[in-house]
């Protein structure tokens, strides 16, 4: 499934010069970005609601996916080679 996500200027160019050191597609790179952001906050959450028995995570408490991407592109930024 194709879908279009906004990423600002900085993180874009970010993504490209990864793409480019690593042989991989933008696509792929965004891709696996989400999986790793679901597979984590999917867990998270199923942890604080067995744990709090909360039945679903406050407004405005956890950062947006943009926010984890791009934190997870400013981590590959410290990586050798990138």
């Known amino acids: 499934m194709k879908r279009s996500v906004a990423i600002a200027p900085a993180s874009?160019?970010?993504l490209e010069?990864?793409?480019k050191s690593t042989g991989?597609?933008?696509s792929f790179l965004a891709a696996e970005a989400i999986n790793?952001?679901?597979d984590l906050n999917e867990w998270q959450v199923?942890?604080?609601h067995k744990s709090r028995g909360v039945a679903r995570p406050r407004r405005g408490g956890h950062a947006s996916a943009g926010q984890k991407v791009g934190r997870l592109l400013e981590q590959q930024?410290?990586?050798p080679g990138s």
């Open 46 to 48: 199923a942890g604080t």
């Open 77 to 79: 930024e410290g990586v």
């Open 12 to 14: 874009k160019r970010r």
């Open 24 to 26: 991989r597609s933008r």
């Open 17 to 19: 010069k990864l793409a």
């Open 36 to 38: 790793e952001y679901l």
